[in-house]
């Protein structure tokens, strides 16, 4: 979720950020491994999404802005096949790339695959972050954004 705050700011559109940051908060939480797994991004969008929609509204999304969310939680899991222009796509390539600069943990992070060019320039970032949270028991996201920000 940090790194879909990170690269928003990048891409420069509030909105747009809320939006990748509320497809992040549910991109995987319908996962059943980490391996590697093309429909946990349908079944987020499908069951999680559900259960968070009057939180995304309170902070201001709008409602017919849900397909976006849908639109990039699905497409996060799936290989990359052309994006809807827009905020569609755009919301689904930062989704994609920030979940990227996530995959230095699994070790087969691959900075090529990054959609936008201002990604890159996080790798390092993302690797020093995993490092530094991935023995601490965090119990909020303002924990996060201290770590991040002592990076």
Known sequence: MYHSLLLGNEFGDEYTTKLTFCAAFIHDMERLHDGFCKEHGVWAARYALPKFRDLFISIGVQEMDLDVI?????????????????????????????????????????PRFLRFPFSKKYVHFAEK????????????FDEVIDIAESI
């Open 70 to 110: 849908v639109y990039a939680t699905t497409k996060h899991s799936l290989p990359d096949r052309g994006f809807i222009s827009g905020i569609y796509g755009n919301v689904a390539k930062l989704l994609k790339d920030a979940d990227g600069l996530d995959r230095v943990r699994l070790g087969d992070f691959n």
């Open 129 to 140: 972050f995993y490092w530094k949270t991935e023995k601490v028991d965090i119990k909020n």
